[in-house]
């Protein structure tokens, strides 16, 4: 992976009422440090050790210590009560993701000088945050033991970096989208509100960028690079050259454009005038720059590549971007899944692409033209596509998603990819969601989403739908695939 996400570091901040003992907030934030060190290493968290924050003087000094330290996140560890104005100013000036926990109480022998009432003291702190407009992110349950607000802070690092991740983005595009693709519209207003920057480029500027890495002295380089990577599967080697060339031009690219931001992801465009002009198709070089932490999105969707970009960030893995495709034919439901895998035919489709999947992503790769392109262009202006069956495991389907009247929605649902042959061609796999076919009306048909949908490999819905609260989408804007017994909405209850 390259270096495109935020590396994580919160720093703890334990805060105390003054008339509560201040050796509580002091012990139980050492013993919090200790279980978290002991179970997750130190390298995520920092204790701030200059002061318990009791006034809004020890909140400046606090601030200034995790800012010294290099902290991009910050926990507000109610020891007591807490001082409900300056932990809650603590999280309005520090300029990053912030969640808040509490201590519970240890023992019944101490429930005199030893009682710290932070149980009560959340919910101030709840109220004063609401009061003051600042975001933070509260745990299910926030009050705990030493061990149990360990791994909610644990919890925390993948929801923080995302939200690190989106405040240092940029988008760079190229071109506007296909006709007849307005599905993947992409105002962009809300990405500002979101804090993200976006560069729109012309194709004919990144088509003049190409041609003047013509002959670049790194091209073999990468085509080893590719070759190596491909192996068996490396059955178009002829487009091997252009593929590398294209893939230098991109990361000059970023390097020149970045400017200020410190992460970057883009939003390219492969047809209809792409693959006549550059002499191939980038599914492949797409795969791979994903594949290093830099998301590439197909036909200039926008949303698409800010979803991946945020899944990169919760995963740390490389995550793919595929259309909600076709349904599986009920003879392979038959004969592979009935019976052998816990679905019923509607919780099963296909999700595919052209060939944008990286190679780690597939149970087998080969380098193949894009038969649907190939139908009516010639099949050597095609090649560039990386095809397999999408190896099978655990799967989050999700997007964040602007809608024409600028409202921010998004959907998570988690499944797998089951372990049947798709017998078709594209970066493709068969996977399976809980109560898919009324999350499909329901959800991504009812609320107008496109067809793309971003993958991340693994289950991840917990802490993307705590990214997309926290960013500011709205509960009742979050979809997911309700179980049998809970009616959507819109669903008809006959």
């Not at 003049?208 to 070759?227: G, S």
């Not at 099978?392 to 998570?412: E, H, M």
């Amino acid at each position: 992976m390259m270096n495109n996400t935020p590396t994580v570091k919160i720093g703890i901040v334990a805060v105390s009422r003054d008339c509560f003992p201040e050796s509580l907030s002091v012990n139980r934030r050492k013993a919090l440090v200790a279980a978290y060190e002991k179970k997750y290493g130190s390298a995520d968290i920092y204790e701030c050790p200059v002061c318990i924050v009791e006034s809004e003087i020890h909140m400046v000094q606090a601030l200034e210590d995790v800012k010294k330290a290099g902290c991009n996140a910050l926990c507000v560890y109610l020891g007591n009560f807490g001082p409900e104005i300056s932990e809650t100013l603590l999280a309005k000036h520090f300029d990053g993701p912030v969640m808040f926990c509490a201590a519970a109480e240890e023992s019944q022998a101490d429930l005199m000088d030893g009682r710290g009432d932070a149980y009560c003291g959340m919910l101030n702190a709840s109220y004063n945050l609401k009061l003051r407009n600042i975001k933070a992110y509260i745990p299910e349950y926030p009050v705990g033991t030493a061990e149990e607000c360990a791994d909610m802070i644990h919890e925390f690092v993948p929801i923080a970096c995302a939200v690190d991740g989106l405040k240092n983005l940029k988008i760079i595009s190229f071109g506007p989208r296909p006709l007849n693709f307005l599905a993947c519209n992409a105002p962009i207003k809300q990405l500002y509100n979101l804090g993200v920057e976006i560069e729109e480029n012309s194709e004919l500027d990144l088509f003049e960028a190409f041609h003047k890495h013509d002959n670049d002295p790194r091209i073999p380089e990468v085509v080893e690079d590719m070759a190596k990577e491909l192996g068996a599967g490396n059955k178009k080697s002829e487009v091997l050259p252009k593929l590398a060339q294209y893939e230098l031009t991109l990361l000059d690219w970023v390097e020149a454009h970045k400017g200020y931001r410190k992460y970057v992801a883009i939003a390219g465009k492969c047809w209809p005038a792409f693959q006549t002009q550059f002499g191939f198709v980038p599914c492949y070089v797409n795969s791979r720059l994903t594949g290093r932490g830099i998301p590439v999105s197909c036909e200039v969707d926008i949303y698409g590549v800010l979803s991946e970009f945020i899944g990169t960030c919760v995963s740390q893995d490389a995550v793919t971007l595929l259309d909600i495709n076709n349904s599986v034919p009920a003879d392979m439901y038959d004969e592979a899944i009935k019976g052998k895998f816990e679905y019923t035919h509607k919780d099963t489709f296909m999700g595919f692409h052209c060939g944008n999947t990286c190679s780690s992503k597939l149970a087998a790769c080969e380098m193949k033209n894009q038969k649907i392109m190939a139908r009516s262009l010639p099949e050597e202006v095609t090649n560039g596509t990386l095809e397999g069956d999408i190896a099978p495991g655990k799967i989050t389907f999700f997007r964040l998603q602007s809608t024409a009247d600028n409202i921010l929605r998004a959907y998570v649902a988690e499944g797998e990819v089951l372990p049947v042959a798709t017998k078709s061609f594209g970066s493709i796999g068969v996977f399976a969601i809980k109560e898919m076919g009324r999350f499909y009306r329901h959800v991504l048909i009812e609320k107008n989403y496109p067809h793309h949908g971003a993958v991340a490999f693994g289950h991840h819905g917990k802490a993307l739908y705590e990214v997309f609260k926290y960013i500011g989408v709205l509960p009742e804007e979050i979809g997911y695939n309700q179980p049998a017994h809970a009616k959507y909405p819109t669903e008809n209850p006959f």
